[in-house]
């Protein structure tokens, strides 16, 4: 008997920072987090050193010590450097993709130690 196994990791909500110098927000993960679509929108973000996780959370539900990121009504941000810099991340060559952890909110999952409010991504392999 063969065993298919499953993956929590959702497909279709990821960040990306493409090769333009832009951060990307999919319109599966503007769905989850509840922004609505065509209007612009600002993140905070922040890097688990740790665990290398990617940390996302909207401005006005996580009380982050940093200034947000203010993104289009594409769901696009010219900062993706900003981004690396900060988590101090290199990649070989962009675009990379980080996808969501689970299906929502970092703290509703008890294996991810975060505040109410943010989300967890995981980069691509």
Same mark, same amino acid.
């Given at each position: 008997m063969a065993i298919t196994w !499953?993956?929590?990791?959702?497909?279709?909500? $990821?960040i990306t920072l493409d090769n333009q110098g832009r951060i990307a927000i999919s319109a599966g993960l503007r769905d989850i !987090? #509840? @922004?609505p679509r065509k209007t612009p929108f600002a993140? *905070? &973000?922040g890097y688990d050193a740790e665990t290398g996780?990617? !940390?996302a959370g909207k401005p006005e539900l996580v009380k982050a010590d940093a200034e947000p990121f203010k993104f289009d =009504? +594409? #769901?696009y941000c010219k900062r993706a450097a900003t981004v690396l810099k #900060?988590?101090? @991340? =290199? !990649? /070989?060559?962009?675009? *990379? +993709? $980080?996808?969501? @952890?689970g299906d929502g909110e970092a703290a509703k999952q008890?294996?991810?130690?975060?505040? /109410? #409010? *943010?989300?967890? &991504? +995981?980069?691509?392999?």
């Open positions: !499953i993956s929590s990791q959702s497909n279709n909500a $990821f !987090i #509840g @922004i993140l *905070v &973000f996780y990617l !940390i =009504t +594409r #769901g #900060g988590a101090d @991340i =290199t !990649i /070989k060559a962009p675009p *990379v +993709r $980080f996808y969501l @952890i008890a294996h991810l130690p975060y505040p /109410k #409010g *943010v989300y967890a &991504f +995981r980069m691509e392999d």
